[in-house]
Structures are given as structure tokens and as C-alpha cells.
């Protein structure tokens, strides 16, 4: 194999919790052969899975095979992670205690539920925040909730509260559509839907988690929003579907994702999980959910991401076929384009405000697509495309 290949089974190898056996015993020869360590401990931070990888090599021995100052690097990443989640945690008990005695509810959101249900080692998901959805008519008394537990609300972004290095992001819908209003269009959900099928954490009466099938459509939205850059959001996906998925349950998921139109959504996100991860999802429900029915627009995008090309702004084109009808996408479009003053204050805080504002962001965004297809292009160029 050539050096990256080896370093993409790599990550895919340890991009999970438990390791079968023959990969167990790849991944022992291989870290004992060596590895290009400063390109592998800069690639596992910024997708996620540095905790992982550290956390694999400890467990096996392997750590004397580590160079000294990669190993000291996975170390603190792993250790500051363990010591950021226990605090995010700790926090979320205060303000667990604090929602029981107002008899209020909250439903705790990706990676902070996955934390309390999914992964059993809290040093396994780094988190840089604790997002919350809450019912509209609660969010005045969640937020001063925490601004009576020393969380000070954002200046910019009125649904983020901040205590020193932690954050809490409280959301009416895990679309976060009250900043992005067209996002109701992406799915035919309803926030009460959410609420009537969420599951308490642990027995709590004030902390709760989405359903399964919700929390899945709700991960695969946050991957696409983040246009799939991470592989530890894949990590969520596959941990979450071995925890809790049984064969009986794909029929109910395909039904429901069919009946709120999250479909295509859930189907990009289960093909990137089983190719990039090795996830054992069934190739029969992909084609249950239409794979064979992608464009081949679609096919490319989801094709170079499996080459791991920066796609960039790229891949928002895939939103294009997840929403249904031609205003929507249209409103879709021009809200992200042309967002609300409010919206345009947060990402341009410090600018004057005048139409040339406007203007400014369209020319950013056409000279970014134009940028990342062209990125895109060089990335096939340099070899064929894998299969789907």
C-alpha cells in the first residue's frame, strides 16, 4: 500500500470503540512497522479520532512503538479531552438539578447524549459544546437558568452561553432553523414529533435523549451541515447504530426517514459510514432507500469524499436534492446567500452595514464554490474514483 493508503485504513481501523480481531492484529503490525507519526497525529486531531488512536495503542501496549513527541501529543489530547467532558458533564448535572426543580425538560443533543449512552470512555468524543433543544415557550426560562449558574449569553449568537472554556448552545429544533429559517424545508418534521419519542437519559426527569430513528436523521443532518468533514461525526453514526440498531429496526428506520422525507439525507450518510468506516449497515437498505436512484451529481460528490478531497462548499450542493420542490430550494438558497440582518451582524460583526455587505458575501461564496470544485477536479485527476 502506498504511505496514505496505509494511513486511511488506519483511521479506519481505529474508528471505532472495539477492534475485530483481523484489525486488531493489522493495526499491531503496522504500528510496530511505522508510521509518517507527525502527519498521523495532525490528521487523527483534526478528524476527531486522536482519543482513539491513543486510546487503541494503550490498550494493546503499543505505545513503545510511538515516537516519544507524537505519543506526549496523543497523550494530552486524550487527557484534556477525558478532563473537558468530566467538566461539560458536571455542568450538565448542575443544570439537570436546576431544570427537576422547575419541573422543566430538556433533550440533549449529539455528542454530550452519545457521552451519557453510547460511548463508554467520556475521553473518546471530543466536544466543544453542550447543545440543548428546549420548547419555544421554555427558552426564556432555560436561559436564565444559566445565567443564574454563571453562563454568559453571546453578544452575537443569543442562543450560546459561555463559562469560561464551556458552552451551551440551546436550539427550538435540532435544524437550528431559528437561525436559518429555510432549514424547516429540509425535512417534514415537527419539533413535537421530537419531543413525544425522546427517551430519558438514565432515568433523569429533566434530561433526555432523542429515538434512535430521530437521532439518527438528526446526526446525518449535522454531518451534511458540516459538509462530512469529520470522521468522528461517522464514528457517532456507526457507535450509535451498533448500540442500538437491531435487524428489525432498519424496516421501522426506512419508514420513518420515507415519511419525514429524510431519506436521501440518512442514505448519504449511511453509504459514507459503511465505506469510509466499514459499518455494518446492509447493502439491502441502501437500496431500500434509493441508492441506486442518485444523480450523477450526487455519485460524485459522495465519491470524493471517500477520496478524502477537501470538498469545501462543494458538497452543500447535495442540500439541493435532499430538499423537495423548486421554491423551497430557491428560499433555501437565497436565505443562505442573503441571510437576515441579524444573521449577516454575526458574520460580518465588525462591517458597516449596506447592501455592498451583500453583494461582498455572494462574490465570497461563487469565488469559494468556484475554488473548491476546482480543488475537486484535481482530486479525480489524481485517480479514479471509488465505487459507491
Avoid at 328 to 347: D, S
Wanted: proline share 3%; aromatic share 8%; hydrophobic share 45%.
Amino acid at each position: 500500500m502506498k504511505r496514505t493508503e496505509r494511513e486511511n485504513k488506519l483511521f479506519r481501523v481505529i474508528a471505532r470503540q472495539t477492534l475485530e480481531r483481523n484489525d486488531a492484529v493489522w493495526f499491531a503490525d503496522n504500528i510496530r512497522a511505522g508510521m509518517d507519526w507527525p502527519s498521523v497525529g495532525e490528521r487523527a486531531f483534526n478528524e476527531g479520532i486522536a482519543p482513539l488512536l491513543y486510546y487503541h495503542c494503550r490498550h494493546m501496549d503499543l505505545l513503545a512503538s510511538i515516537p516519544d513527541e507524537t505519543k506526549k501529543f496523543l497523550a494530552r489530547i486524550y487527557a484534556e479531552t477525558s478532563l473537558i467532558n468530566m467538566h461539560l458533564m458536571k455542568e450538565l448535572e448542575k443544570l439537570e438539578k436546576e431544570l427537576e426543580k422547575r419541573d422543566l425538560r430538556v433533550i440533549v443533543l449529539k455528542g454530550a447524549a452519545l457521552l451519557k449512552t453510547v460511548y463508554r470512555d467520556v475521553a473518546l468524543r471530543p466536544m466543544e459544546d453542550i447543545d440543548l433543544m428546549v420548547r419555544q415557550e421554555h427558552l426564556n426560562e432555560v436561559k436564565n437558568i444559566l445565567e443564574q449558574m454563571d453562563f454568559v449569553q453571546n453578544r452575537l449568537y443569543p442562543g450560546s452561553f459561555g463559562k469560561g472554556i464551556l458552552s451551551i448552545d440551546i436550539h427550538s429544533d435540532f435544524l437550528s432553523s431559528d437561525r436559518i429559517r429555510s432549514r424547516q424545508a429540509i425535512l417534514d418534521i415537527r419539533s413535537e414529533d421530537a419531543w413525544s419519542s425522546s427517551i430519558p437519559i438514565n432515568g433523569s426527569s429533566s434530561l433526555y435523549r432523542l429515538s434512535l430513528n430521530v437521532n439518527l436523521i438528526a446526526l446525518s443532518f449535522h454531518l451534511l451541515k458540516h459538509r462530512y468533514d469529520r470522521l468522528i461525526w461517522f464514528v457517532d453514526i456507526a457507535e450509535t447504530i451498533k448500540a442500538y440498531q437491531s435487524l428489525s429496526d432498519w424496516e421501522d428506520l426506512i419508514a420513518h426517514a420515507r415519511r419525514v422525507r429524510a431519506d436521501r439525507l440518512l442514505l448519504y450518510t449511511l453509504i459514507l459510514t459503511k465505506r469510509l468506516l466499514g459499518g455494518n449497515i446492509p447493502e439491502d437498505v441502501l437500496i431500500r432507500l434509493r441508492k441506486k436512484e442518485l444523480s450523477s451529481i450526487e455519485k460524485y460528490l459522495l465519491r470524493l469524499r471517500l477520496m478524502h478531497v477537501p470538498l469545501g462548499t462543494a458538497m452543500d450542493l447535495l442540500w439541493m436534492f435532499q430538499i423537495r420542490g423548486a421554491f423551497k430550494k430557491a428560499r433555501f438558497i437565497r436565505e443562505n446567500i442573503f441571510p437576515r440582518q441579524e444573521v449577516m451582524n454575526q458574520i460580518f460583526p465588525d462591517s458597516p452595514r449596506h447592501a455592498g455587505m451583500l453583494l461582498r458575501r455572494a462574490i465570497l461564496l461563487s469565488s469559494q464554490v468556484l475554488s473548491d470544485l476546482l480543488v475537486s477536479l484535481r482530486g479525480v485527476l489524481r485517480g479514479g474514483l471509488p465505487p459507491l
